[in-house]
């Protein structure tokens, strides 16, 4: 059994069925997708649809994410000028013309089943505990300690730090997550990784502490990222951030699919015209 993650397809439904096609995950393997299916990209959703039906028919666990966020806040409020603006200018408008293509009924299900998307997730694979979101984690208090003492273990130091967690801070953080450690990860190198997209990593050049490597790869396209790694962390990094920039589209970004048993990296490009 193997343990796949990714995150931000944006609307790139014919990237997401290369990869996927490509890949081939078994029926055993556990899929986690974190957040930000729709918006810019040109069917959105196609993508939801997609990953409704790997939860459902694959047992893949999906999360919300921030674009998820502002489609639900119009749709919470469709007269209210201020939802339908901020999601306008992230790209909704790709997602509001898709689904004026469906029958209420189906909209209405798409929307509930949207609603009940969790904020976060852990994966345990081998040693290591992962903690998923869609934009990280906003510690609280000293960033410099640790979470709870050394001698917890790392169900109970996760459920200490997702108590303190608002829905913003999963979604929506960034400069105060790739900025500064989490405090999950000891000098020692054990504890929990923390995994996320949201920002795409061509952008994590100038935000990130201790990157182990360029946003973007020698084809000048986005790549996965690992940042972190001090001595406050025994050398590993312990945040990664899988978002290769797919929502840039066609030049600019790919979608990952990263395998955590191995580490590995698959990479489909967003082709010219999807």
Not at 126 to 132: I, N, P, S, T, V
Request: charged share 30%; with cysteine.
């Amino acid at each position: 059994m193997a343990t796949y993650v990714f995150s931000d397809v944006h609307g790139h439904l014919g990237t997401l069925e290369r990869m996927f096609d490509r890949v081939s995950p078994s029926e055993g393997d556990r899929i986690y997708m974190l957040g930000d299916m729709i918006d810019r990209g040109p069917d959105p959703v196609g993508v939801l649809k997609f990953c409704r039906n790997l939860q459902q028919h694959h047992g893949a666990t999906v999360l919300m994410g921030n674009h998820e966020d502002l489609m639900l806040a119009f749709f919470a409020d469709p007269h209210g000028p201020d939802a339908y603006v901020n999601w306008a200018i992230n790209g909704g408008l790709k997602t509001a013309e898709g689904l004026e293509k469906l029958e209420e009924d189906e909209i209405d299900d798409l929307l509930e089943w949207t609603r009940g998307l969790p904020l976060s997730a852990s994966a345990r694979v081998g040693e290591r505990l992962y903690f998923l979101s869609h934009a990280g984690l906003n510690r609280k208090g000293d960033w410099a300690a640790p979470v709870l003492d050394e001698g917890a273990d790392d169900e109970a130091r996760i459920a200490a730090l997702t108590k303190d967690q608002q829905m913003d801070d999963l979604v929506w953080v960034r400069h105060e997550f790739w900025g500064r450690p989490t405090g999950l990860v000891g000098t020692d190198g054990r504890g929990i990784i923390a995994i996320a997209g949201h920002t795409p990593t061509p952008y994590l050049d100038e935000i990130a502490d201790r990157p182990d490597r360029p946003g973007r790869g020698e084809d000048g396209l986005g790549q996965m990222v690992r940042v972190g790694a001090c001595d406050q962390t025994g050398g590993v990094a312990d945040r990664w951030d899988i978002d290769a920039g797919c929502a840039g589209g066609y030049g600019f970004g790919k979608l990952l699919l990263l395998r955590l048993d191995d580490g590995e990296e698959f990479y489909e490009s967003v082709r010219e015209g999807e």
